[in-house]
């Protein structure tokens, strides 16, 4: 689609039809929640699961593996230190493209005899074998698939951009008590509409407000709340026997997430590069992400049982996983190759990149403690 040009009407979108028969199935309403599930996973017609483009300069938006093979690598030293303490074993949450899995394949070699990818979409899972047919030709048979969690699990786990495509609830907190805020049918389209809130979601939400002096004098605050990420947590602590889990997304510790200054919340949509403020506009077409609250995710994995073994800037993170030394090392010491990359690391680690909005987050059980990439930049007390 070129720059500029009219977005399609909602009616013409894919998961369409399905946001509407649940929001008629609902009595008129539904959870953004749901909304947001449907938009992006409801089968053959969501963002993720209905064959289209998401990743790289055609698509909707770039992952850091998709910018530089030097985060891979990186992270492959961090990986290579988990599984010498648990198994050499990966599991992959939302693989993406593909690209990740083949570098880190690449950079462990031996190092991991079986590495899964949990991936529930068709065509996501035909272009990551793909990707890695192509991109890591020696380790491809040591690659499988999953849509279900294992009963028991020893080594690393690894997800880059999966917690933020969690749905979340979209909360409003006013002087005249906590709402839900959902989703209603309206003329061809959606829009908001809010109920009192119940449930874990009142529960919760009263929790943060009593934390974070929500809302703000008297005036109306949204933000987000994801019940999902934190039952993700206590899933991974009960098949966690030994190991780690590498968790890399955009996101706050909760006294940032819920700072006063932010109360419209951090939901947003992306579209062919495009940053779309009304993430009802394009179900199953566009992207819709929100930040993750890392405070909870802690919290979370916590109370499950699991440690926390670090958190980090992504910044903070590479460096101490030795990316210069990977710069000089790839380059070696030509400066045609050197510029190149310099300029992807710049992106991997400038705070007005990635390097400062994106957080690695370590939780697990029965590795010692510190781990590589949090020697000397972890920020644990900022939970």
């Known amino acids: 689609m070129p720059p500029g040009a009219p977005l399609p009407a909602a009616s013409e979108c894919p998961a369409y039809a399905d946001v509407r028969e649940a929001i008629h199935a609902g009595g008129g309403w539904i959870s953004f929640a749901r909304y947001m599930d449907l938009a992006l996973f409801a ?103 999953r849509d279900t969690l294992p009963q028991a ?41 809010d109920r009192p809130a119940e449930g874990e979601c009142a529960a919760a939400a009263r929790a943060l407000a009593s934390r974070h002096a929500l809302p703000p004098a008297d005036l109306p605050y949204i933000s987000e709340l994801n019940l999902a990420s934190r039952g993700w947590m206590r899933s991974l602590a009960g098949f966690m026997e030994r190991g780690a889990a ?3 997304d955009y996101g706050f510790p909760a006294r940032e997430y819920y700072h006063p200054q932010r109360d419209r919340g951090t939901l947003i949509g992306h579209f062919r590069h495009r940053t779309l403020e009304d993430v009802l506009a394009l179900p199953g077409l566009a992207d819709i992400t929100a930040h993750v609250d890392f405070s909870s995710l802690a919290d979370a994995g916590c109370d499950a049982g699991l440690d926390l073994l670090g958190y980090a800037s992504q910044a903070g993170f590479l460096i101490d996983c030795g990316i210069t030394d990977l710069l000089a090392a790839t380059s070696a010491g030509d400066a045609r190759a050197y510029l190149p990359l310099a300029n992807q690391a710049n992106r991997l680690l400038s705070s007005a990149e990635m390097g400062e909005l994106f957080k690695v987050m370590a939780v697990g059980r029965g590795i010692a403690d510190p781990l590589l990439g949090f020697a000397r930049c972890d920020r644990r007390h900022a939970l």
């Not at 993720?48 to 998401?54: A, F, L, P």
């Not at 990966?90 to 993406?96: D, L, S």
């Open 246 to 248: 590498l968790l890399i």
């Open 43 to 145: 089968p053959g017609v969501g963002y993720y699961t209905g064959g289209q483009r998401q990743f790289g300069s055609a698509g909707d938006f770039v992952t850091a593996s998709g910018i530089s093979g030097l985060f891979g690598a990186c992270l492959a030293r961090q990986v290579a230190q988990v599984l010498e303490a648990s198994a050499p074993a990966v599991i992959e949450f939302g693989a993406g493209n593909g690209r990740l899995a083949a570098d880190l394949l690449n950079a462990l070699g031996d190092r991991v005899q079986r590495y899964e990818i949990v991936e529930l979409s068709p065509a996501l899972r035909a272009l990551q074998a793909a990707t890695i047919r192509d991109g890591a030709p020696a380790f491809a048979a040591r690659v499988g698939w």
């Open 153 to 193: 699990f020893r080594g690393c786990i690894v997800a880059n951009e999966v917690l933020d495509a969690m749905p979340v609830h979209l909360m409003a907190w006013t002087a005249g008590g906590i709402f839900e805020r959902g989703v209603i049918c309206e003329g061809d389209g959606f829009a908001y509409a």
